[in-house]
């Protein structure tokens, strides 16, 4: 090597690629043997660092070894002087695609847990919402594509079960209503009797009232005629 010449180092922690991709040769009918001697240290590396990489980041490897061979084919063989700066481009290419690669795997964790988080209140809430409101948040869910579109599905599902909570709150308060009616209906006013009621008087008087009911709902409502435990 010509004094000076600067080491080809390899990366510390670049994988020995299985499949590593091929080099072109630079081709002169004067190359000089020392240059020959840097390209072999050079090769095994740059293809290393080339199959680890993709997308942009190798598409620039590749044209800097490119140009990089093309000079030393034209005659400038000074240009191997350059083979480890070449390394190093691809050293920091590699570094920044890695750190991409951590960034775009941990939003996409986020995105897969903000999405099952979601998935499950819809399976959990199914039986509130009607079927063609579980299908289509469903459908969305599974097409959004970013935090903010998925945050959009569950603010929609939770009106939708706010609203068939409101229903269901208001249907039981009316089923209370009725069967407190009837309670009262069965149960003399004080004054109406000088004979006091047992819970057998009550029980028939609810039971009364609740036949006669039977007409107005056309649901039949059965009431035992069991004793209280402990009666």
């Known amino acids: 090597m010509?004094?000076?010449f600067p080491a080809i180092l390899r990366p510390q922690g670049?994988?020995?690629a299985a499949v590593a991709p091929s080099l072109p040769e630079p081709q002169h009918h004067h190359l000089p043997a020392?240059?020959?001697r840097a390209h072999g240290l050079a090769k095994p590396i740059l293809a290393d660092e080339l199959a680890a990489l993709d997308?942009?980041?190798?598409?620039r490897l590749e044209e800097a070894i490119a140009t990089l061979i093309a000079g030393i084919s034209s005659g400038k063989f000074s240009?191997?002087?350059r083979y480890q700066e070449v390394v190093a481009l691809g050293e920091r290419l590699l570094s920044e695609h890695r750190r991409d690669s951590a960034e775009r795997q941990r939003a996409q964790r986020a995105?897969?847990?903000a999405r099952r988080r979601v998935s499950d209140r819809l399976r959990d809430d199914a039986s509130r919402l009607q079927p063609e409101v579980a299908t289509r948040l469903n459908r969305e869910l599974r097409s959004?594509?970013?935090?903010e579109a998925i945050a959009g599905v569950g603010a929609e599902l939770q009106q939708a079960v706010d609203s068939a909570r409101s229903v269901e709150d208001r249907r039981r308060d009316r089923e209370v209503d009725r069967t407190r009616k009837r309670i009262q209906r069965a149960v003399p006013r004080s004054g109406e009797t000088d004979q006091p009621q047992d819970w057998q008087d009550v029980l028939r008087r609810l039971q009364q009232t609740m036949r006669e009911s039977e007409g107005e709902s056309g649901t039949?409502?059965?009431?035992?005629?069991?004793?209280p435990r402990g009666a």
């Open 220 to 227: 039949p409502v059965a009431v035992g005629t069991d004793s």
């Open 55 to 59: 997308g942009e980041p190798r598409r």
């Open 34 to 36: 020392w240059v020959r």
């Open 14 to 16: 670049l994988n020995k």
């Open 111 to 113: 995105l897969d847990a």
């Open 2 to 4: 010509p004094p000076n």
């Open 144 to 147: 959004a594509g970013d935090l």
């Open 79 to 81: 240009q191997a002087f």
